[in-house]
């Protein structure tokens, strides 16, 4: 990918936790991170780490409780309802159990992101979901309803409706978790070449060794902390 000077994510002292008094759990303690426009940086550390409380405060599913959080330039501390939809129109995210919709077809499921931007006609939606279903390697597929197809042909699914928006950022959490080694390179592979054509930075959660190398920068979180990043 090509860097820019721009800042995608800038976050500082961003602490998160669940419940209140005894019962607070802390999960965030004053993280901070900057991604530039154009990088692929993976964020890795055990379970229970904090990674997709992480993701998911960037994403804007989660409401900001201490610090401060810049994504694609929207400060989110404080942020409403309303703005952080907006910020969710802009992002692509493909979760690690796929959530799409079983009963409907792949083609159904990738056009389902066009609800989020009613400027776009349903014709033009359904060519576009077309068009990224072939470029993934499942124009074939299209019509099958999603419980026909394998886990490594769900989660191309899932990144063709990730990236059908043409997102400005794309958060992946543990893309490969439930893939063999073949299939799970194979869909990071498709996902850092489809982000690099659209010049999309990528910030992926994954344990996955294997996919390491695709990297510009990893990031290890510990206890709710995020170390020096490595190169």
């Known amino acids: 990918m090509i860097l820019t000077d721009e800042l995608v994510i800038s976050g500082q002292e961003i602490s998160f936790w669940f419940g209140e008094g005894e019962l607070r759990k802390q999960i965030l303690f004053e993280v901070d991170l900057q991604i530039q426009g154009g990088e692929i940086v993976l964020l890795t550390g055990p379970s229970g780490s904090g990674k997709t409380t992480l993701l998911t405060l960037i994403a804007g599913l989660r409401t900001m409780q201490s610090g401060s959080l810049r994504v694609l330039g929207m400060q989110l501390s404080g942020a409403s309802s309303s703005l952080l939809t907006q910020l969710r129109r802009r992002i692509g995210f493909i979760f690690q159990a796929h959530n799409l919709l079983p009963y409907l077809s792949a083609l159904q499921n990738v056009q389902l992101m066009f609800e989020l931007h009613p400027d776009v006609s349903a014709v033009e939606g359904r060519q576009r979901a077309t068009e990224m279903l072939e470029r993934v390697g499942l124009g074939h597929r299209k019509d099958y309803a999603v419980s026909r197809l394998?886990?490594?042909q769900r989660q191309r699914v899932a990144i063709a409706r990730a990236l059908v928006t043409k997102p400005?950022?794309?958060l992946a959490d543990e893309p490969t978790a439930a893939l063999d080694g073949t299939s799970g390179r194979e869909v990071v592979n498709l996902l850092r070449s489809l982000a690099v054509d659209q010049g999309?930075?990528?910030?992926?959660?994954?344990h996955d060794a294997r996919v390491l190398d695709i990297a510009d920068r990893i990031m290890e979180m510990q206890d709710g902390r995020v170390g020096a990043p490595t190169h």
């Open 168 to 170: 400005e950022l794309v």
């Open 150 to 152: 394998s886990g490594g």
């Open 200 to 206: 999309s930075p990528i910030l992926m959660v994954t």
